[in-house]
């Protein structure tokens, strides 16, 4: 109260009133409103961890390492453009040639081609290496595709 609006000047001041404010604005959440709000109030709690960063005011090595961490930001954004721009074509192509492909046990109504969305996700999946396989699989049966009798039967 007694630097009034010299406060906001210096920006770990700031960073200190983010963090109150949205420490009370969460209790607050949690006091009066249903469990909608559940998930924001931990990421709240979160932020207060960041106060942290103020010692690097004091130690030459952790600024050294602060900029250093923030120079190879710039250079981990392009790279995850690139990744999104791949994935986006990748999501595209999916859909146009898997798009008519029927439900199986791994490929179903939550891991399918058929809308945009449910194409970056299920790509963003086997990018993670989380049952790329069976979804493979599930794709390269013959019998999957709508008017191609199964060769098997």
């Known amino acids: 109260m007694g630097l009034r609006a010299r406060y906001f000047h210096e920006a770990w001041n700031c960073l200190d009133f983010i963090i109150v404010v949205s420490t009370d604005i969460g209790a607050i959440l949690d006091m009066y409103t249903d469990s909608n709000f559940t998930v924001i109030i931990p990421v709240i709690r979160a932020l207060r961890v960041t106060r ?16 250093a961490i923030s120079t190879l930001f710039l250079n981990i954004m392009n790279i995850m453009g690139l990744m999104f721009l791949m994935i986006f074509i990748f999501a595209v192509l999916g859909m146009n040639m ?45 019998g999957a595709y709508k008017g191609v009798e199964c060769e098997d039967e």
């Open 98 to 142: 898997f798009h008519g492909t029927m439900y199986q046990e791994n490929y179903n109504e939550y891991t399918n081609f058929r809308t945009f969305e449910n194409s970056l996700l299920l790509l963003f999946r086997c990018l993670t290496g989380e049952g790329w396989n069976l979804i493979m699989s599930d794709l390269a049966f013959s």
């Open 52 to 67: 942290v960063f103020k010692l690097v005011r004091g130690s030459t090595g952790l600024k050294v390492l602060l900029e």
